[in-house]
Every structure is written in C-alpha cells, then in structure tokens.
C-alpha cells in the first residue's frame, strides 16, 4: 500500500499494487479507463471526483507499487534518428512539479481558487470534462466569478499552475550523437499505455501457445 497526498482535494488516499485483474481490465489510455482502474485500487476518495492533478499523483503511485520508481522508454533521436533508451525516476517528476509552483491563484477555505484580480473558479473534476467540446465550455462550468482583466488564457494558465498535471517535457540527451531534445512525459498515457502494450504482449503468448499445442489435423 501506498499513501498519496491529494494536492486538490486535500488529504491522502491509498493505492495498492495491481493484481492480474486490474491489469487484464485496461484496454485504452483515456481518462475513463483511468479513473476505472483507480476506482479498482485507490482508498480514499472517488477518483472520478478528483481533479486531474490529484488522478495524476494516484497513478503515478500505481506505478511505482506495482513496477517501481523508475521509468522507462525507447525514443527515437532528432537528430540522427536512431533510437535510445530514457530512463528517469518518477520522483524527480513530481519534486519538479512542486518547485515549479507560482501562486497563480489562492486557494479559499471552501476549496474554490481566487486569482489576484478577483475571478473565482474550482478545479474540474471528470463529470466535467465529460461530453465538453471545446476549453470555453469548462471555462463555463468551472468560473465561479470571473473579473474582466482576465481573459480565458490567463484563467487557464491559473488552473493550470495551481493544480499542475504530470504531463510535463524530460530533458534527454542521444547517447550516439549527443543531440538535447525534450520528450513529453504523460503519466496517464505512460502507465495505460504500458498497460495495454502487457495485455497484447500476453495475449499473444497465449495465442502462440494454443497454436503450438493444437492438434495437427490429419491428412
Ligand atoms: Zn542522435
């Protein structure tokens, strides 16, 4: 079991380590089958309740309960094209996470967030970013008392800051050409997609071995 901090919703939960079912249930990275999988193994809180910066920190702790705390992936330089492996570990992430935060906005005794010109708003959760076309219209749900001195790319930036996500650029260097570039890291496509790549990968060793002991058919 692991204890996770909620940096939203306040408080802490718990996430134990993925069993066969768990992984076996994932088929896909988007956000319902994240909260799915976390509703499986977290104690605490809904996660379909949370915001995203609070799903981002639970599931970097399934992460690190079921495979550790090193992260791992091929990329491909731009350079000379080549591919090379990036290992980084997932608590840099996070202490990176929380260096890198400005008070874009406070937070008031009832949860919601103030920004220095005034405007109100509380941070989405999953019912409201289902079914939403466009940012405006979470805009629209979430802005409790906007002032006019802030536009919708200043709110945004603000929620964005006060609840930062773990989706974030890793530095990274090609072993073979030297070239620096920067690789998107995103917590929830990383650990589903790692998921899912598992679930193929023994679905075709299944697959391979009922193969190889079916019965030969006669001739
Ligand atoms: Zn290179």
């Not at 306040?10 to 999988?37: C, K, Y």
């Not at 809904?46 to 609070?54: E, I, K, S, T």
């Not at 289902?130 to 709110?155: F, K, M, N, Q």
Request: one cysteine or more; a negative charge; glycine letters at 6%.
């Amino acid at each position: 079991m692991f204890t996770v901090v909620l940096p939203v919703h306040g408080g802490a939960a718990s996430v134990r380590a993925l069993d066969g079912e768990d992984e076996r249930a994932v088929d896909a990275v988007d956000t319902r089958t994240a909260i799915a999988l976390l509703q499986r193994v977290v104690t605490g809180p809904d996660p379909a309740r949370l915001a995203a910066a609070d799903r981002d920190r639970l599931l970097a702790a399934v992460y690190t309960s079921t495979w550790g705390r090193d992260i791992e992936s091929v990329e491909c330089c731009d350079a000379c094209g080549k591919r090379f492996d990036l290992r980084f570990s997932i608590d840099n992430l996070a202490a990176a996470l929380d260096l890198d935060r400005p008070a874009a906005a406070e937070r008031q005794p009832d949860g919601t967030y103030r920004t220095p010109h005034g405007s109100v708003f509380r941070l989405p959760a999953f019912d409201d970013e289902i079914g939403l076309t466009s940012p405006s219209e979470l805009l629209a749900r979430c802005v409790v008392h906007r002032d006019a001195s802030d536009d919708d790319d200043a709110l945004e930036a603000a929620m964005e800051a006060v609840a930062p996500l773990i989706d974030l650029n890793v530095d990274a260097a090609c072993p073979e050409c030297g070239h620096a570039q920067q690789i998107r890291f995103n917590i929830q496509s990383y650990v589903l997609g790692r998921l899912v790549q598992e679930r193929h990968r023994l679905l075709s060793e299944i697959h391979a071995l009922v193969c190889s002991n079916a019965p030969r058919r006669r001739r």
